[in-house]
């Protein structure tokens, strides 16, 4: 099986459920229709074997993180799914594998009405990178940037499941009950991208980005694009019974801080609209916590109830 049987096989029909897709895999590139009055939302990803996941990850989870990833930037933009490419490096042409991968990237794909219409593949060491596209009404789109203070700060859903469900994947987090073990690990080999919750947060948000490195990496750059500060009470922060259940209270409050993968979104809501976006996410079964606050100046200030925290854990960074 060469190339491109390999791309025929098993990605060859993903691309045919658009007709805003005018020419799709199989040319040197894709041709698409934009909606008028749209702006082109872009985003792209990379997952690398030991790097992303564990190199013996399940290839239904592989596929499914690749496009989860990708969808969950564009849900922090607000905008609407469309378009993906694919590239793919391989160690080989394993026909098991690359079924399974191909399920769980078109299943949540179709779940979403994103086509695939181009990408590369190449042998080598295993990494995957999707390029996604997708638009959002001229002017209308959510950015890191546009915080204000007095903004409430706001996260979908609960933190810290990703990272434990990874903890258990590698044995650094003991499975003491297996149906709790179970959700973490599915929370992190099968993420939920929050991209109907980043629709509806537009035009109620002022600002959002999506949490994939941790809460403790990641409000530090929404509160920097928005020229301000920010005061966190780590004691509000969403913890699932399933992480509180396997993990010390420090632990659980660690992995929500520094634990990436969770891929819910952080948002910056003016109070008077806060309670309409929580309605919102209500309807989308989710819940929305309110953590902390924007504030003048560029300080971050972590507490714990009234007393200051300082957090033991940071936000990923690849290359520190």
Excluded at 86 to 113: K, V, Y
Aim: charged share 20%; glycine share 12%.
């Amino acid at each position: 099986m060469d190339e491109f049987e390999l791309i025929r096989r098993y990605f060859g029909s993903l691309g045919a459920a658009r007709e805003d897709v005018l020419l799709g895999v199989g040319d040197d590139a894709a041709l698409l229709r934009m909606p008028a009055d749209a702006d082109l939302a872009a985003s792209v990803d990379t997952l690398v074997a030991g790097r992303h996941f564990p190199p013996q990850s399940d290839a239904r989870s592989i596929g499914h993180r690749a496009m989860a990833v990708n969808l969950s930037d564009l849900a922090a933009m607000g905008a609407t799914p469309a378009w993906a490419t694919l590239a793919l490096t391989l160690p080989g042409a394993d026909a098991d594998w690359l079924e399974r991968f191909s399920s769980g990237f078109a299943q949540l794909a179709a779940a979403h009405g994103v086509a695939l219409v181009g990408g590369d593949t190449t042998a080598g060491p295993l990494s995957v990178t999707v390029q996604i596209m997708g638009h959002v009404h001229r002017g209308t789109a959510l950015r890191r940037g546009g915080g204000r203070e007095g903004d409430l700060l706001a996260v979908s859903g609960t933190l810290g499941d990703a990272a434990a469900g990874l903890a258990l994947a590698t044995g650094a987090l003991a499975a003491q009950d297996a149906a709790c073990a179970a959700e973490l690990r599915s929370r992190f080999e099968y993420p939920t991208p929050r991209v109907e919750l980043g629709i509806a947060a537009r035009g109620i948000a002022s600002a959002a980005m999506d949490l994939s490195d941790g809460l403790a990496g990641d409000l530090p750059k929404l509160a920097a694009a928005s020229g301000l500060g920010a005061r966190i009470d780590v004691g509000r922060l969403p913890l699932s019974r399933a992480l509180q259940s396997l993990a010390h209270p420090d632990q659980a409050r660690d992995f929500a801080l520094g634990g990436g993968d969770d891929y819910e979104l952080l948002l910056a809501v003016p109070p008077r609209r806060f309670e309409a976006l929580a309605a919102r996410a209500r309807e989308l079964n989710l819940t929305l916590s309110a953590i902390g606050e924007l504030r003048r100046g560029n300080a971050l200030e972590w507490t714990l109830g009234a007393a200051p925290f300082v957090p033991r854990v940071q936000g990923y960074a690849h290359f520190r």
